[in-house]
């Protein structure tokens, strides 16, 4: 009876409790009621943002709540709260918990758009931003620099969130360690889906970013985010502090890598790495500095190269200043797996001492890593990769153990430090392959190193005690279960699943401004037919979305741009991607074929030109200051008769006007100058784009106006291909000066009267840092 | 019954286990039957150095102990096993203890006297050593490097254990990081009492160091040692590792300071820093780098400047390379206490931006502190202090708060940053000053900055919780309880209060060999009579100890030396101290009148003349190479018709040849060359010696032979002071060339037909590092 009566009461109690708890739940319609909510908070306390459009809400957050009673500030339906236009979210106090916002259609107008900090007195501390999506909340100016994440304060966390989009300047997400309430701080950055970040061209596109070259502590927990398609720069991960770790992400298709940068002591285990054949730009994890454990990690198909490769250990810099290149030590790369990647092993990455005539002492990376181990890692290909390590630099400060490699039944024998095997591997999805329990693989002996006790279970959880299989992949069964669950990661209202949209296909007559209106009516992805043979165009074509324009049959369309002088026939907005096919393009000698916008080109934009014409302009492109397109592919076509060719040369200090500029089978005839300018100004060794191909074209009187002497100009790109061309009477000295320190190559050009291909090894540019 | 029958069965199984325990001891005899029964043991055994001297004998101890069992290796009785000749003591493995044993007359042979590990692979974790003694096992030579205690590994101990004497170049205690094996280390360094370590002159001096500039995590605690007289150099500790603890030492009369240097996040609190009138060189704590805490300290009568000063914040270097000066961040300095002290807070220490012109832009320290706070300190003058703090840079990046100064009555308002109050003390006892109950010292309010909950104690472990007072005593009666208390520091076995001895009034007539007999059976501190008026040497007069010759009434006892040529009068040996009064000496024209041996100065010597004549040698002194003068003081004498004078310039790369050199109230004349040379060769900004202190003396008809065409040759040396000297008819150019930017003064000097002295403000010396 008594008993029974407690229990009574205890429910009770629990009820009324609740009661309480939602009772202290605050609708809010509008920033003026949630300013009164938040200032009137008390611990316990829920401050509901109605569903909605909020625009322009600078929401300072502070607040101060216990570990039992957050204060919190919620979606009321998570994902149905709009917040829009200059906005931001500040938190500031202790024990906050903000979930189910949703950023979208504009920016913030301050440093950061969720701040763990209001004011320089007020940071917070022990708060959580949850359940929340930041989409496309990009500044109108690719050059204008925020951060979408800023951390500050002690123990704050951001979990399940979406954050994708960020095309200008900056982090995306970054944590400060700046001053003794910011550092230690034991962040927790769990369960969030990065999606796509387009590349930016140049320095500061990094997706998270931990710290300043200053090795302060740092104990940020990075773990379970999926990372898609994060193409920002060459680092997707840039850690910058110490004690930090990197467990079970996965990194699908990043252009970049996780970079142990300026860090000391991370940890980076388990985390999954997939790439594939489409791009060679895939990166894995670089490390630089002392103390890293890479462990458990796995990679597929990561093709890229260097600064990029699946696993890079880079050289440094005699007694380096703090914002360099400090020497690789006591690193420990153990238990990882490599399936089909290209030269995955890639040791004293950055060695430039052939570099000393044109670079200061104190930028010669000549230090290769020393007391580093590399033990019981597997290399598994299923067809020959010719060097599995790619040696830039002395190697006897590596110790190698039990490393066994499978290189599709040949023998790879440099260096001695592989051990080939054959290794029976099941194929358990597209990306991942796991060794049949069959096989041995060092289960009696796999090297037990110093402290390798704390590598206590295998990329899915499996414990090592029992048993230690060499790679990541301790366990085929539990291998066999693993499926990447998108679910886990980002908000649990919101899809990261896009709809695959068929194209409508349109046409346009020749009708006086139809085909502007076709264009600005059709949605992205649309195929428009030109039915006519010749358009005549007063104003520029915007494009703002992806839109096609093809001419069917044998003649090309001839559009034929009479707009005011100095304005292009083609008007690229931000995301804006412009395909042709067999047009022509005819204009005057005042007017553009093509230009970016003069300003807030928040996005990159895309040409793509095929069996085309571009005759008779001032110039074919010509890039703007802070433009950008991520690519720019020209095949088939004629261009002639006009001013300027193709000119990206707007920006200075690192940043450029273009990533991929491919041009193959194309003619150039008659152009005055800049037949091609492609550009990026000064020297930042990190950065490492810009790619120009131009391949089997022909170039004929070109550059009787070229002021420079040189046909091409590419200075400071770091990849550029020319080869198979024929340059025939054009009167310039220099057809190309290439550099031939990087990627810089040329091959099978046929030069009649134009100058030549001069390749200088070393190129002395300005240091930007 | 039943009760006490377990009581009497426990009682039994408790002496049986001790009787197993001590009956695996094993007595060895010699170093074959050490080896075997180091090889032998297992956990708990207990390894038993016979009583007596073991001679060149270099121990290997390795063994696994366990934490309940561990493996020992002991006196006898403590302190009667003398280890002496070529030996050492190597640990390697797991829980091993050593107790008792006595190192002295002799040396290592290698790097190390007592090293926590044998070989690259055998490191020693979870070791201790106690209760032993190292004194004097010095090199033979100083310019031979060598560190007494070498801590690898990891979690070892050294305690209760008296280490002093270390003349010759290396750290003393030093605390190696490099390796995942050797970080991380928690070492304990605690309860030890550092003995007397004379200052050395040049670089690597410490008494104990940790890690190298490379950041590494320590955790290393160095707390509640006693600190006498540690002058080695001007960094006593100097910290280059992480996370380190220094607390509850004591620094008694050091002529050096606590130094962060590399170090991050370390921890000074509760210190006792006793200095004294008696040297304007005792020093307390300086920082580099960011976020230390320097709580709790107590300081009195630390009078050195700059390097040395009672706190010096030092300035940084923008993106400094690893090895130099970091800018100082995040440090709080708060609750300490200096009493009598010099200009205690130094702000901005080692700013040299007017150095640009002579040294790289990579040596100019131009970067103040910043976000640091100093507060709730408390300055107490018993006289007043002209300039409590010493600004050297700009200093808004420091927080002030609460910061009191009793300054003998005076009000100091410079930078508005310190609070005059009349703060009424107690002394009680000759050091410590407490205050009286009664003042309220912001009682109420004192500031509270970031994470200052941190500071629970005050200096004598008395709670801050419920009230805490400005400066480093919270409570007068703990503190009237309070003695230092030397049982608790070193062996005890073995006392640190050294007997005063009086010394033997002795007497020599000119009998042949009887001055050099009586030096010889003298002990050291004797005071010899010449009784005689002639004294014919023919050979050198040997002194390695501290002899004092005198002549009592008017006349000067002379003596003539017939030695060989090339030999000195007086040979300084290691340890030599010679005082002559009343005494002239003659020598030849190939005669040194004094000279240390030409190798193996283990030690430094010194020579203090009074009322004496130099006549007619080669040289006065001539220093060799590696040998040292801690002090040379010639007052009312004659020093003439020499080829050359005072020759201290043999050594190079920052050692040099003496440290307090002073001639005052001296008549040189007719010295050829050379009147004197002391010389340091080489830039190494953190090394401030050399003391030249030329006063009231003439100079007449010297420097004829001078090649140099200057007088007082003082290159590289930091303190120079020519005051109210008279020269007269010197065939020079120059009479000194001063060094302007460092301590180098002259004043008041009378100059005819001699040359000038020229001051230049900035040399350009080559770098040391």
């Known amino acids: 009876?008594?008993?029974?009566?407690?229990?009574?009461?205890?429910?009770?109690?629990?009820?009324?409790?609740?009661?309480?708890?939602?009772?202290?739940?605050?609708?809010?319609?509008?920033?003026?009621?949630?300013?009164?909510?938040?200032?009137?908070?008390?611990?316990?306390?829920?401050?509901?943002?109605?569903?909605?459009?909020?625009?322009?809400?600078?929401?300072?957050?502070?607040?101060?709540?216990?570990?039992?009673?957050?204060?919190?500030?919620?979606?009321?339906?998570?994902?149905?709260?709009?917040?829009?236009?200059?906005?931001?979210?500040?938190?500031?106090?202790?024990?906050?918990?903000?979930?189910?916002?949703?950023?979208?259609?504009?920016?913030?107008?301050?440093?950061?758009?969720?701040?763990?900090k209001i004011g320089e007195d007020s940071v917070a501390n022990h708060s959580t931003v949850t359940n929340c999506v930041i989409d496309g909340f990009t500044q109108p100016s690719r050059l204008t620099s925020d951060r979408w994440v800023e951390f500050y304060g002690r123990h704050n966390q951001m979990d399940h969130c979406y954050i994708a989009g960020k095309s200008n300047d900056g982090n995306t997400l970054m944590v400060y360690h700046t001053g003794n309430e910011n550092t230690n701080n034991h962040h927790q950055i769990v369960y969030n889906y990065f999606g796509p970040r387009p590349r930016k061209g140049g320095p500061r596109g990094e997706t998270v970013r931990m710290g300043n070259p200053q090795m302060t502590p740092g104990y940020v927990n990075v773990s379970n985010n999926f990372f898609d398609a994060c193409n920002g720069e060459v680092e997707i991960v840039s850690d910058k502090a110490d004690y930090n770790t990197f467990r079970n992400n996965i990194f699908y298709k990043c252009e970049g890598s996780l970079v142990l940068r300026h860090a000391n002591y991370g940890t980076v285990d388990g985390n999954i790495f997939i790439g594939g054949d489409d791009s060679p730009f895939y990166g894995g994890i670089r490390i630089v500095n002392t103390g890293h454990w890479i462990t458990n990690n796995y990679f597929y198909k990561i093709r890229g190269e260097e600064f990029r490769s699946p696993i890079a250990l880079m050289n440094g810099i005699p007694n380096s200043i703090l914002n360099r290149y400090k020497q690789v030590t006591d690193a420990v790369i153990a238990y990882n797996t490599w399936v089909d990647c290209k030269s995955p092993w890639q040791l004293g990455v950055g060695q430039n001492r052939a570099s000393a005539g044109v670079l200061p002492a104190s930028e010669i990376r000549s230090l290769p890593p020393i007391r580093t181990t590399l033990a019981n890692n597997l290399i598994y290909n299923t067809k020959e990769?010719?060097?599995?390590?790619?040696?830039?630099?002395?190697?006897?400060g590596i110790l190698f153990k039990n490393n066994i490699l499978d290189n599709n039944g040949s023998v790879y024998s440099d260096y001695g430090v592989l051990r080939n095997e054959h290794v029976a591997m099941k194929r358990v999805n597209e990306w991942l392959y796991a060794p049949l329990e069959s096989q041995n693989l060092f289960l009696d002996d796999t090297f037990a190193g110093y402290d390798f006790k704390r590598i206590e279970k295998d990329l899915f959880g499996d414990s090592r005690a029992e048993k230690s299989r060499v790679g990541a992949i301790n366990n085929l069964t539990t291998a066999e279960g693993f499926v990447i669950d998108k679910k886990k990661y980002g908000p649990d209202w919101y899809s990261t699943d896009k709809v695959p949209t068929v194209p409508n296909m349109l046409s346009a007559t020749s009708a006086a401004g139809e085909l502007a209106k076709t264009i600005a009516s059709a949605k992205s992805g649309d195929i428009i037919d030109l039915s006519d043979e010749v358009y005549l165009l007063d104003a520029p074509l915007k494009i703002d979305k992806e839109i096609t324009l093809r001419r069917k049959g044998e003649n090309k369309a001839q559009l034929i741009y009479k707009g005011a002088a100095n304005t292009p026939a083609f008007e690229m907005n931000p995301k804006g991607i412009i395909k042709l096919d067999n047009i022509s393009i005819k204009g005057e000698k005042n007017q553009l074929a093509f230009a970016p916008l003069a300003e807030n080109m928040s996005s990159a934009y895309y040409l793509f030109l095929n069996?085309?014409?571009?005759?008779?302009?001032?110039?074919?492109?010509?890039?703007?200051?802070?433009?950008?397109?991520?690519?720019?592919?020209?095949?088939?076509?004629?261009?002639?008769?006009?001013?300027?060719?193709?000119?990206?040369?707007?920006?200075?200090?690192?940043?450029?006007?273009?990533?991929?500029?491919?041009?193959?089978?194309?003619?150039?005839?008659?152009?005055?100058?800049?037949?091609?300018?492609?550009?990026?100004?000064?020297?930042?060794?990190?950065?490492?784009?810009?790619?120009?191909?131009?391949?089997?074209?022909?170039?004929?009187?070109?550059?009787?106006?070229?002021?420079?002497?040189?046909?091409?100009?590419?200075?400071?790109?770091?990849?550029?291909?020319?080869?198979?061309?024929?340059?025939r009477n054009n009167q310039v000295k220099l057809i190309a000066l290439l550099w031939g320190e990087k990627n810089n190559h040329h091959s099978e050009n046929v030069v009649t009267n134009s100058g030549i291909i001069k390749v200088e090894q070393q190129l002395k540019l300005d240091i930007l840092y």
């Not at 009566?5 to 319609?29: D, M």
């Not at 979210?89 to 916002?101: C, P, Q, T």
């Not at 990769?385 to 006897?396: F, L, M």
């Not at 014409?613 to 110039?619: L, R, S, T």
Request: glycine share 10%.
């Open 611 to 727: 069996n085309c014409d571009i005759d008779g302009f001032d110039y074919v492109l010509r890039a703007s200051k802070g433009s950008f397109a991520d690519s720019i592919t020209v095949s088939n076509s004629n261009i002639q008769n006009c001013n300027n060719g193709i000119v990206l040369a707007a920006d200075e200090k690192g940043d450029y006007n273009a990533e991929m500029v491919t041009f193959e089978n194309c003619k150039f005839t008659n152009i005055g100058q800049n037949v091609i300018n492609f550009y990026r100004g000064g020297y930042d060794e990190s950065t490492i784009g810009g790619y120009l191909r131009v391949l089997d074209s022909s170039f004929e009187k070109c550059g009787s106006s070229e002021k420079s002497g040189q046909l091409l100009k590419t200075r400071g790109i770091i990849n550029v291909d020319i080869s198979g061309n024929t340059f």
């Open 385 to 396: 990769d010719a060097s599995p390590i790619a040696k830039h630099d002395e190697i006897d």
């Open 1 to 116: 009876m008594k008993k029974s009566l407690l229990i009574t009461i205890g429910a009770l109690l629990l009820f009324a409790s609740c009661q309480n708890l939602s009772q202290k739940g605050v609708l809010v319609n509008n920033i003026d009621e949630l300013n009164k909510s938040i200032k009137e908070a008390s611990p316990g306390d829920e401050i509901i943002l109605a569903n909605g459009t909020w625009k322009d809400v600078q929401i300072k957050f502070y607040g101060i709540g216990t570990k039992e009673q957050p204060i919190s500030l919620r979606a009321e339906t998570p994902g149905e709260v709009f917040i829009e236009g200059q906005s931001y979210l500040h938190l500031g106090g202790e024990n906050l918990l903000v979930s189910g916002l949703y950023f979208r259609n504009g920016y913030t107008p301050s440093s950061g758009i969720i701040r763990y």
